[in-house]
């Protein structure tokens, strides 16, 4: 039984200006709005521009969750950053805390693709509930345009831009906001989903050859991908609510990550939730991988849908694979127990 729970006290996003619709897209591939939309349900993504690369964008939105829970960037014991497509291999994570000039937090990067939040939540979580730290920030943020092939129609379409942060804090063990979790990988299909590094190789010394760093375009096997969500998506979601005693009918809202609407409404559809009961913003700004449901989260607590006290069943997937289910309580910046 653990000492302290975890509670859900802010949130905060920031997106790229610049948009790019899916007519615009038609200019370079073979494609057209209609046959995105009815295949996807994204009509347009945001693009960061060379001058706006992910640090900075993850540090606004992580700013933004600072403000919403009423912190200083001091007050930050734990900086965690889910990333796949960081501006170092190294790191991002420290650069947005000497950019936020949160001096007593550790940071440091989480890589699990598209169910990286889920996974740097449930990670942060285990520090404030054992009590070693006392305040974190989770951040999700991607910059997949830089490693998208936009000639290949397939992938092009999919994937945006952004960044997310959820400000959570301990709390005492009955007001816990992460009142169950999965945790699932496969990596014998890590082949449908991959952003593998390039097999260059140069001369170093006579008889010594080493590897030229760099990455391949995306690729992805979207039929494969789509057949595990809707197959193990509601599976291991199924798992957490009986583990937990949850009824499908208490959620006020199901919270996915936001690769594809048919999958949002399969799995709504296979626990019979409503449909306006799902969370989607998947036409505004497509696949933005680690970042969906931070920038979903933080957009429904914004435009007051999502309400202190409201249960939030959430789960995200993709490459690795990998996948996950976690069971949520909002509290928001006034409910939080110090």
Not at 250 to 261: E, G, I, K, R, V
């Amino acid at each position: 039984m653990s000492t302290y729970g975890m509670a859900l006290v802010g949130s905060g996003s920031a997106v790229p200006a610049a948009r790019v619709s899916n007519t615009r897209l038609s200019e370079r591939v073979d494609t057209n709005d209609d046959w995105i939309r009815s295949r996807t349900g994204i009509a347009e993504r945001r693009i960061c521009s060379p001058d706006e690369p992910l640090t900075p964008l993850a540090t606004r939105a992580a700013e933004a969750a600072l403000a919403h829970a009423g912190w200083a960037a001091e007050d930050l014991d734990l900086i965690l950053m889910a990333t796949s497509s960081p501006d170092d291999l190294f790191g991002t994570a420290p650069r947005v805390q000497g950019a936020l000039g949160a001096k007593n937090a550790v940071a440091f990067d989480l890589t699990a693709a598209c169910s990286g939040f889920l996974f740097a939540l449930i990670t942060a979580g285990q520090y404030l509930r054992s009590g070693a730290m006392r305040r974190a920030l989770v951040i999700g943020a991607d910059q997949l345009s830089r490693w998208v092939d936009w000639d290949d129609r397939t992938t092009c379409v999919l994937f945006g831009d952004g960044a997310a942060a959820v400000a959570v804090e301990a709390c005492p063990a009955d007001a816990d906001g992460l009142l169950g979790f999965r945790m699932r990988s496969d990596g014998s299909r890590n082949g449908c989903l991959t952003l593998a590094q390039t097999e260059t190789h140069h001369s170093v010394l006579s008889g010594v050859d080493a590897q030229i760093g760099g990455f391949a375009p995306l690729r992805m096997n979207g039929q494969e991908v789509y057949k595990f969500a809707v197959r193990e998506v509601p599976a291991v979601l199924k798992e957490l609510l009986e583990s937990t005693g949850t009824e499908a009918s208490a959620l006020n809202w199901l919270l996915l990550h936001q690769a594809n609407q048919r999958i949002l409404d399969a799995v709504a559809d296979r626990f019979a939730i409503p449909h306006e009961r799902v969370l989607s913003n998947l036409a505004s700004y497509g696949n933005t991988s680690a970042a969906t449901i931070p920038l979903m989260l933080d957009e429904a607590v914004k435009d007051g849908r999502i309400q202190p006290g409201d249960l939030i069943a959430s789960s995200g997937f993709g490459a690795g694979l990998s996948w996950g289910g976690a069971l949520l309580r909002w509290s928001g910046p006034q409910g939080a127990a110090t």
